[in-house]
T-cell receptor, first 109, second 116 residues
């Protein structure tokens, strides 16, 4: 069964304290690994797509990396505005996204 | 460009009543999705359309949920009769395909349903 598992479920950091979020996946025919950000009361917002092991992408304080079984979202020197739920999803050949349950990140000032 | 529009934003109904949600995707996006997101969980695909046709509805509870996409643009999702466990946010998304073949989904703000 296709599955995406994220850890931890929730993470609380101090402003400036770097950390990483984990996404483990078993998705057959993986076409891409996606990261989305979701703020309360809003729909998920696209951050990155990774296609092959070893690939990395960066955006401001975020960097996403991909291995054959996992993806990591590294957050460097986070700010309170980085607080959100971060969702990971695997894309199958039929264009379907299978989402993990998300990591709820809180950055305290 | 305009985003994915959804309405209503909030709906409260009693169990066994019916409800309908509407979605207008981004212009030119051929693929449209309805996802269900229960509080504290990730979105779960209910149905995927490619233009007018259904691509995947394997997780749609067809005894109570129905969806249609008229003329390959707007879509409606209906629940009849609603159950308590249908309380969730219903997210509509539309997508374009990247050069690699993966679809990048753009989501609407969602319609929050509370069933009492």
């Amino acid at each position: 069964e296709d599955q995406v598992t994220q850890s931890p479920e929730a993470l609380r950091l101090q402003e400036g304290e770097s950390s990483s979020l984990n996404c483990s996946y078993t998705v057959s025919g993986l076409r891409g690994l996606f990261w989305y950000r979701q703020d309360p009361g809003k729909g998920p917002e696209f951050l990155f797509t990774l296609y092959s092991a070893g690939e990395e992408k960066e955006k401001e304080r975020l960097k996403a990396t991909l291995t054959k079984k996992e993806s990591f979202l590294h957050i460097t020197a986070p700010k309170p505005e980085d607080s959100a739920t971060y969702l990971c999803a695997g894309s199958q050949g039929a264009q379907k996204l299978v989402f993990g349950q998300g990591t709820r990140l809180t950055i305290n000032p | 460009e305009a985003g994915v529009a959804q309405s209503p934003r909030y709906k409260i109904i009693e169990k066994r009543q019916s409800v309908a949600f509407w979605c207008n995707p981004i212009s030119g996006h051929a693929t449209l999705y309805w996802y269900q997101q229960i509080l504290g969980q990730g979105p779960k695909l209910l149905i995927q359309f490619q233009n007018n046709g259904v691509v995947d509805d394997s997780q749609l509870p067809k005894d109570r949920f129905s969806a249609e996409r008229l003329k390959g643009v707007d879509s409606t999702l209906k629940i009849q009769p609603a159950k308590l466990e249908d309380s969730a946010v219903y997210l509509c998304a539309s997508s374009f395909r990247t050069v690699s073949g993966a679809n990048v989904l753009t989501f609407g703000a969602g319609s929050r349903l509370t069933v009492l």
